[in-house]
């Protein structure tokens, strides 16, 4: 199982006066500023050494979690068709995960980064609907991946009220940071649904929309552990102990989607802008003390930007 979503501060105590690191097995302990110091402490040397204490000890306290793994609830890609040949650029954050938040003492959803490229080439092959583009998950940082899509959506009626898609999606993904690493491969398909809830205008409109995603994940990876050999918690300057996991299996999600739309139904070469907004959550794999539990629920919001581009009516 991928590496935690870590936190550093967890990795310190203070207690009787004592910096105690208890990350690691048989942690040493550090002298703390104190009120009642005794005078031979108010040398320039025990100020100095002091200092050496509380400078990487803030510099823990202040660090944020570092996350590896993103896992995106969905894919973002628009139920409406273009219905001529279009390209479409989408950035944003997306309702998701990350595979390490698995290992943490407490799961959490987390908005995943997202950039997104989508084709639709209509007339150009004679396929109307048909929809191919790729996405990159993430952040180098956290073990981002690019991933190609290919999908169909088109309309059911001819007042373009409700529009359908289906996508499917799959790539690798690997990281590390801090003395953790992850690997996972996954896939997947996602069914969606948008409904235009007001008149066709040029200039705007409001949609809502909901997409469905099951996706298949086999992942692996090395962390660090706490005291007791369970969580995971951020690697110290000496990473140990550390523990190997995998997980794997298949993964349901759901997103619900408020969406405004400026420009769709222009006949140039603009195809119109789409600001939406997200929630919704999931499952994600679990694991404690190096093995895999139950599947974990988790929730998050994301919010994108898209714009179309492409041939005139």
Same mark, same amino acid.
């Given at each position: ?90 950035? #944003? ?155 794997? #299996? ?57 714009? #179309? ?5």
């Amino acid at each position: 199982m991928p590496p935690l979503q870590q936190c550093a501060s967890k990795n310190w105590r203070i207690s009787a006066g004592w910096i105690e690191d208890t990350a690691t097995l048989g942690s040493g302990m550090f002298p703390a500023e104190s009120h009642n110091m005794k005078a031979r402490n108010s040398s320039i040397d025990d100020v100095i050494r002091n200092l050496r204490v509380l400078v990487p000890l803030s510099a823990a306290l202040l660090s944020g979690c570092t996350a590896l793994g993103p896992m995106a609830a969905t894919t973002g890609v628009s139920s409406i068709p273009a219905s001529r040949p279009s390209f479409e650029g989408s950035l #944003g954050v997306v309702p998701g995960h990350y595979l390490s938040a698995g290992v943490q003492a407490e799961p959490k959803g987390a908005s995943i980064g997202q950039a997104a490229i989508l084709v639709e080439p209509d007339s150009i092959i004679h396929v109307p609907g048909l929809i191919v583009g790729g996405r990159y998950v993430g952040s180098s940082t956290s073990g981002g991946y690019p991933e190609p899509m290919v999908g169909y959506r088109t309309y059911l009626g001819d007042n373009h009220m409700l529009a359908l898609s289906a996508v499917g999606y799959a790539t690798h993904g690997n990281g590390s940071r801090s003395n953790a690493s992850y690997s996972a491969t996954h896939g997947g398909a996602e069914a969606g649904v948008d409904v235009r809830v007001t008149p066709e205008y040029e200039w705007f409109e409001v949609h809502v929309g909901a997409a469905a995603s099951l996706t298949g994940i086999s992942a692996k990876g090395t962390y660090c552990v706490d005291a007791d050999h369970r969580y995971g918690v951020d690697c110290p300057d000496t990473p140990e102990p550390r523990i190997d996991a995998s997980a794997g #299996g298949l993964y349901p999600s759901g997103v619900g989607t408020l969406a405004i739309d400026v420009g769709r139904r222009f006949k140039g070469e603009f195809h119109g802008a789409r600001v939406a907004l997200m929630g919704g959550g999931g499952t994600m794999p679990r694991v404690v003390g190096g093995q895999q539990e139950g599947a974990k629920p988790y929730a998050a919001a994301g919010l994108t930007l898209t714009v #179309g581009l492409g041939e005139g009516r």
